[in-house]
Every structure is written in structure tokens, then in C-alpha cells.
């Protein structure tokens, strides 16, 4: 029988409070580098207050804040069908921040910590500790998101959260890799341009198939125009006959002769 592990409610709050001093630029909290699997679950333990909080928030005031999200929806379609439709846009922007907070994030700290580290470490020689360091790292650059996404479901006050946590969150990262790898910050910031480059290079060696794809297929559709017996337009036709059928976005071929639908 394997050993239960008992979990302390007070764990969350105290992981949450660090959290909170690590987006306030808090050195010694900066400094502690964890193992991944640590550091990933100190970054799951952070979100559980924010997220509780976000609930509570929807709880109480979900209502107004949803009419207030849906006011745009009011306003083209309708006074009854933006109202009805209110206390699902706050519910799925709750369900949204969720799923971002608990899948979404922790795959890119995964994806992040690793182009960072085989850049820094591997290329530059630079990131002078193991994985584990540079995973706690990104984590941290993530702690300004969860120190604000309490306030994600707030109007207008949530988008500017989201802004301030995505752009301090990039100056926690290179102040955390910098000293949780002993190197300067301008090689933390000389590895994140290697790494843009790279992430780009491969964006495109993966666009490209989808977009001669799209080409290919974009070639074999009916373009309108003159008549012309090649694509498909009966010779016979006048240009007043043909403009009748240029704006009809299907093969010729398959439309009835002009002169028996008795156009002038």
C-alpha cells in the first residue's frame, strides 16, 4: 500500500502569498530554484486561491457582470437575446480562464523551458544549472498572471490585469533566469532572441505545406469572366448575357441557358 500524502489547505494560501512576492520582484523568493516536478506543482498549487476567487466573484455578481460583457451582444441583436444570453458569456469566460490557467500555461512552461534551456544551456553555454532551474524560472515569469487572475472576470479591469501580468511576467523570467543560472541578463535576453528566431523558422517550415496547399486548391476554382469555351461558358453567350452569370459563384456548366430565363 502506498503512503497517502495528506495535502494542508493552509498550502495553497501560503504558495498564493508566494506567488505574490515573487511578482513583486521579492529576490530571495526569485533565488530558490525547484526541481520541475516541484516547480510545476508549486505553479498548480499558486492558481487554486485566484481561482476560487474568480468563482466567488462570478457567484455574487455574476449577473451584472455578465449584462456589462454582454451589453455588445445587446446592441446587434437585441435587448431579450443579449440578456439571455448574459449568464453564459461570464460562465464561459470563467470556464475559459480555467482551462488557460490549468492546461494551456503549464504545456507552454513545459514548451519554454525547454527551447530555453537547449538555447542557454546547450548553444550558448550560458544556463550553467540543470532543467530544473530553468523550469522554475519560466514558472515564475507565470506568477504575475496568477497573482492577478482573480480580477480575469472583472470588465475592463481584467483585460488590464491580463496586460500587466503577460509584460512584467517577461521581467520576472529574465531576472529569474539570470540568477537562477548565474549569467548576465543580456544573455538571457541574447537566448530569447535565438529562441524567437528559431520558434519562427519552424512556424514556417510548418506554414508553408498548409499554404501551397490552400494555393493548390484556391487554382482549381472557377474564376469569372469573358465567355470562353475553356472554362466552361457557353460560346454563344453576350457580354451582357455572361455578366449575369459572373457573379454566380458556381460552375457554368451547371447554370440553364441564358435566353430561357427571358432577360432583356
Do not use: C
Not at 146 to 152: C, I, P, Q
Amino acid at each position: 500500500m502506498g503512503k497517502r500524502v495528506a495535502v494542508e489547505p493552509m498550502i495553497f494560501i501560503s504558495d498564493f502569498i508566494k506567488a505574490i512576492r515573487i511578482s513583486l520582484y521579492d529576490e530571495d523568493s526569485i533565488s530558490q530554484g525547484l526541481a520541475s516536478k516541484k516547480a510545476l506543482g508549486f505553479y498548480y498549487r499558486s492558481t487554486v486561491v485566484p481561482i476560487i476567487v474568480s468563482a466567488a466573484i462570478l457567484l455574487l455578481f455574476g449577473s451584472s457582470i455578465a449584462q456589462y460583457s454582454s451589453s455588445g451582444i445587446s446592441g446587434l441583436l437585441g435587448n431579450q437575446i443579449g440578456a439571455s444570453s448574459a449568464p453564459f458569456s461570464a460562465a464561459y469566460e470563467l470556464a475559459f480562464d480555467m482551462l488557460t490557467m490549468l492546461v494551456l500555461i503549464p504545456v507552454m512552461i513545459l514548451f519554454e523551458a525547454v527551447f530555453y534551456h537547449v538555447i542557454g544551456h546547450g548553444l550558448m553555454r550560458r544556463f550553467n544549472e540543470g532543467f530544473g532551474r530553468t523550469t522554475s524560472a519560466v514558472v515564475y515569469g507565470f506568477m504575475p498572471i496568477v497573482a492577478l487572475s482573480w480580477s480575469f472576470e472583472i470588465p475592463l479591469v481584467g483585460t488590464l490585469a491580463k496586460l500587466i501580468g503577460i509584460f512584467w511576467g517577461f521581467v520576472i523570467l529574465v531576472a529569474a533566469l539570470a540568477k537562477l543560472h548565474g549569467t548576465s541578463v543580456e544573455s538571457v535576453v541574447m537566448s530569447m532572441v535565438i529562441m524567437s528566431f528559431v520558434a519562427g523558422f519552424i512556424i514556417v517550415i510548418m506554414a508553408v505545406p498548409v499554404l501551397l496547399s490552400l494555393s493548390s486548391g484556391l487554382a482549381h476554382i472557377p474564376i469569372s469572366g469573358l465567355p470562353s469555351t475553356e472554362s466552361g461558358y457557353p460560346s454563344s453567350l453576350s457580354s451582357t448575357e455572361a455578366a449575369a452569370y459572373s457573379w454566380i459563384p458556381i460552375p457554368y456548366s451547371a447554370l440553364p441557358n441564358v435566353n430561357s430565363l427571358g432577360l432583356p
